[in-house]
């Protein structure tokens, strides 16, 4: 009983002695100002040479928090203008008021959102302040600005032409490959596209020159999810794993970017790919009669996806393109041949039924047809359809 009594008295002093010696209250901060923005320029357009060179510096003022400066924390977002900073890229500043940015880090920021090299883009940028435990965030006005990518080299250097082998394609691993339905087009300086009908859970290698094993364009690790459809590449003489076609056969287009170094698989959803074609109509010497004289009226097939023909026009006449010679049943017409400057180019598509004639040039004279089956209206990204262009010679 004494051992029990002894014990309340403990817990009691304990609780007086507790009850004296008040805890300081925990700090309270005041609330700070949103940060004002603003920039030392409002458009950028760097050249490789201005890499290395700070080409804009951002500045705030003081949130006037009720801490250290040094305690403060800062984030940058720069963004595509519109996106509401959904896609931002951010940088974190800690105690400073502002930050600069080289013409190199800049660019690279541009790049990865897709922009185009040399083309004016508008962007939008803000800050947010907060302490450094990120409570009491504020957020800045949002500046606009205009900028402008400038090219860089590429990742890997490009080749002069390229070639798709492997047990994916028709022609299976025998090298060299079949020319010129493996063949990729080169669509600019460092891009190839190529349309090809891939066997589905095949593999494939991508190779710069005809017949040769030594050089070769390769992925590091073929087990990594995805690769069916696209990813980084790599120039290999050796070692590397064969790029993993995609599962199910089909008319695929692979776009290589030797800029980026990195592919794209996707089904082809242009208009049927053919071995060979044809032109026929009043435009041409043979005029309307089908079949059409041949080699004159053909095309000469440069690649998987690209035809070009040199032909004498008649001026202010018509004509249409034949996957078959004589065969009316399936023909390439445009949608619509009133649109203006459709003589010297534009867009089709495939028909067996319906479609415009093409409006062939004004004057009379040689004139070379290109056509591009990789390339499909970018007003119309649902409709099948292939880029054609006509020049004079």
């Given at each position: 009983?004494?051992?029990?009594?002894?014990?309340i008295?403990?817990?009691?002093?304990?609780?007086?002695?507790?009850?004296?010696?008040?805890?300081d209250?925990?700090?309270?901060y005041?609330?700070?100002?949103?940060?004002?923005?603003?920039?030392?320029?409002?458009?950028?357009?760097?050249?490789?040479?201005?890499?290395?060179?700070?080409?804009?510096?951002?500045?705030?003022?003081?949130?006037?928090?009720?801490?250290?400066a040094?305690?403060?924390?800062?984030?940058?977002?720069?963004?595509?203008?519109?996106r509401?900073?959904?896609?931002?890229?951010?940088?974190?500043?800690?105690?400073?008021?502002?930050?600069?940015?080289?013409?190199?880090?800049?660019?690279?920021?541009?790049?990865?959102?897709?922009?185009?090299?040399?083309?004016?883009?508008?962007?939008?940028?803000?800050?947010?302040?907060?302490?450094?435990?990120?409570?009491?965030?504020?957020?800045?006005?949002?500046?606009?600005?205009?900028?402008?990518?400038?090219?860089?080299?590429?990742?890997?250097?490009?080749?002069?032409?390229?070639?798709?082998?492997?047990?994916?394609?028709?022609?299976?691993?025998?090298?060299?490959?079949?020319?010129?339905?493996?063949?990729?087009?080169?669509?600019?300086?460092?891009?190839?596209?190529?349309?090809?009908?891939?066997?589905?859970?095949?593999?494939?290698?991508?190779?710069?020159?005809?017949?040769?094993?030594?050089?070769?364009?390769?992925?590091?690790?073929?087990?990594?999810?995805?690769?069916?459809?696209?990813?980084?590449?790599?120039?290999?003489?050796?070692?590397?794993?064969?790029?993993?076609?995609?599962?199910?056969?089909?008319?695929?287009?692979?776009?290589v970017?030797?800029?980026?170094?990195?592919?794209?698989?996707?089904?082809?959803?242009?208009?049927?790919l053919?071995?060979?074609?044809?032109?026929v109509?009043?435009?041409?010497?043979?005029?309307?009669?089908?079949?059409?004289?041949?080699?004159?009226?053909?095309?000469?097939?440069?690649?998987?996806?690209?035809?070009?023909?040199?032909?004498?026009?008649?001026?202010?006449?018509?004509?249409?393109?034949?996957?078959?010679?004589?065969?009316?049943?399936?023909?390439?017409?445009?949608?619509?041949?009133?649109?203006?400057?459709?003589?010297?180019?534009?867009?089709?598509?495939?028909?067996?039924?319906?479609?415009?004639?093409?409006p062939?040039?004004?004057?009379?004279?040689?004139?070379?047809?290109?056509?591009?089956?990789a390339?499909?209206?970018?007003?119309?990204?649902?409709?099948?359809?292939?880029?054609?262009?006509?020049?004079?010679?």
């Open positions: 009983m004494k051992n029990i009594f002894r014990l008295l403990a817990a009691a002093a304990v609780f007086f002695y507790s009850a004296c010696n008040k805890v209250d925990l700090p309270l005041g609330n700070g100002k949103a940060p004002v923005l603003s920039a030392s320029v409002t458009t950028v357009a760097a050249q490789p040479a201005d890499s290395l060179n700070t080409v804009i510096t951002f500045n705030w003022t003081d949130p006037q928090y009720a801490t250290a040094s305690n403060q924390k800062y984030i940058l977002e720069i963004d595509s203008a519109g509401n900073f959904s896609k931002a890229n951010a940088t974190i500043i800690m105690g400073k008021l502002d930050t600069s940015f080289t013409a190199k880090q800049l660019n690279d920021i541009l790049l990865g959102f897709g922009f185009n090299y040399n083309v004016a883009y508008p962007v939008e940028v803000r800050v947010t302040s907060s302490y450094g435990n990120n409570n009491e965030r504020l957020v800045s006005n949002v500046l606009s600005l205009t900028v402008t990518p400038y090219k860089i080299p590429p990742k890997i250097t490009p080749p002069a032409a390229l070639f798709i082998v492997g047990s994916a394609t028709q022609g299976g691993w025998t090298n060299p490959v079949p020319v010129p339905a493996q063949q990729f087009a080169q669509i600019d300086e460092t891009t190839f596209m190529g349309v090809f009908n891939l066997n589905g859970g095949s593999e494939y290698l991508l190779l710069p020159v005809n017949g040769d094993w030594g050089q070769k364009y390769a992925i590091e690790d073929n087990s990594i999810p995805g690769v069916e459809v696209g990813g980084d590449f790599q120039f290999y003489t050796s070692g590397g794993s064969n790029f993993k076609g995609p599962v199910n056969a089909g008319m695929y287009l692979i776009v970017d030797f800029q980026r170094g990195k592919y794209s698989v996707t089904p082809y959803n242009g208009p049927n053919p071995d060979n074609l044809f032109i109509g009043s435009a041409t010497p043979g005029a309307w009669n089908n079949p059409v004289p041949v080699p004159s009226q053909q095309f000469t097939r440069l690649n998987s996806v690209e035809f070009e023909l040199t032909l004498a026009f008649n001026g202010g006449a018509e004509y249409l393109l034949l996957p078959e010679n004589g065969n009316w049943g399936m023909k390439y017409a445009v949608a619509d041949n009133s649109i203006a400057g459709l003589n010297e180019g534009g867009y089709f598509g495939f028909y067996t039924s319906g479609g415009s004639n093409f062939g040039p004004t004057n009379s004279g040689n004139y070379k047809i290109h056509v591009n089956f390339l499909h209206d970018p007003a119309a990204p649902n409709d099948p359809t292939a880029k054609f262009t006509v020049t004079p010679e």
